[in-house]
């Protein structure tokens, strides 16, 4: 069957996502989903939905979709692509702007579905090495076609300044995608960037801030030929016509968009203060999640006792640069209340 295979799909490791359980009583803080209910909008929409209307094919272009992304970040319709989650959008990416013998950059760690990405393609990968503390210096003739940066970055949830990240992209040759998938947990974006750049786009998702990974929206704003670049080769019909929908109207209630952001800024807070109390090593986060280093005991162990006690978080052990470290979720505040509990618990058996 190898013969039937390429030998760059049979060389590479397809993209490993966070454990989906289905047992009742889990506290689930692996995936990075928001816990609140997304906008009463949402279920208003579904009930006026006619199923005639799914025998048709949905709009092509998301037109209507388009116009509320640009008015809600001041552009025009032709500067908004919008995908099948993000993931999409960064796949397109790397088929619109890297010739073959080109290459894509990206942190690490960061984003593990970069290199994947890449190893599809078959193009050279041009990872940079984060410093001890996470942080970025860019190597002196550094090049590539494509760079993902991912900020705030995953997982680590720090945040990448805006000094930073600004002569970066200015000074760049290839595409730049800042990858904001956590921008809406942050105290400052870069989506200007990508219409004052013309080698720049932002990308966004509706999965973590807007309480909506189930239906898979994502979407990026940049210069209007890039745009048409990724529009030239998406799949004919990328985005169904309930996700079309569901997005446009909660993208246009952002009020309770921020209200969830809110509370789940607000209880990070109350997380960071007792992790840090414990003895953790607490990042500084910009996220809805929290990169934590815990005293005392591996984060392999911890992340096992925790699973014993139906708290799920993510390790990510096979990489010897994350696997002192546990991603965790932030979840409601009764959620998170009950994880401290039991690590409270832990680190005094231990």
């Known amino acids: 069957m190898s013969d039937l295979i390429r030998k760059s799909v049979q060389a590479m490791s397809g993209y490993v996502p966070g454990e989906q359980p289905k047992e009742e009583g889990l506290v689930k803080l692996n995936t990075n989903e928001n816990p609140y209910l997304p906008s009463p909008d949402v279920q208003d929409i579904l009930s006026m939905i006619d199923v005639a209307a799914l025998s048709r094919y949905p709009d092509p272009v998301c037109l209507e979709l388009r116009k509320a992304i640009a008015e809600l970040h001041g552009c025009e319709v032709e500067n908004v692509f919008v995908g099948n989650g993000s993931d999409e959008v960064l796949a397109l990416c790397i ?121 898979r929206l994502g979407y990026c704003v940049g210069n209007a030929e890039l745009i048409g670049a990724m529009y030239k080769i998406k799949d004919s019909y990328n985005v169904n016509y309930l996700t079309q929908e569901i997005a446009r109207v909660a993208i246009l209630d952002q009020d309770t968009m921020r209200a969830n952001v809110h509370a789940i800024v607000e209880t990070r807070k109350r997380v960071v203060d007792k992790l840090s109390e414990l003895g953790f090593e607490v990042c500084d986060s910009q996220s809805n999640f929290l990169w934590v280093k815990p005293p005392g005991t591996t984060a392999k162990a911890l992340f096992e006792e925790l699973r014993k006690k139906n708290i799920i978080v993510r390790y990510f052990g096979t990489d010897e640069r994350t696997k002192d470290y546990l991603r965790i979720t932030i979840g409601t505040a009764p959620e998170m209340f009950k994880f401290l509990d039991v690590v409270e618990e832990l680190m005094r058996d231990a």
Request: net charge negative; hydrophobic share 45%.
């Open 95 to 215: 088929r619109a702007f890297v010739e073959r013998d080109g290459s894509v950059g990206y942190f690490d760690p960061s984003y593990s579905l970069y290199p994947i990405l890449s190893d599809i393609e078959d193009v050279e990968k041009r990872p940079i090495a984060l410093g001890a503390a996470f942080d970025w210096q860019m190597p002196e003739d550094y090049s590539a076609s494509l760079f993902f940066l991912t900020n705030p970055n995953a997982p680590t949830s720090l945040k990448f300044s805006r000094e930073n990240v600004e002569p970066f992209v200015q000074a760049f040759n290839g595409v730049v995608l800042i990858d904001e998938a956590y921008a809406d947990f942050a105290d400052e974006n870069c989506m200007d960037l990508a219409l004052a750049n013309n080698n720049v786009l932002v990308a966004r998702t509706l999965s973590k801030a807007y309480s909506l990974a189930g239906i």
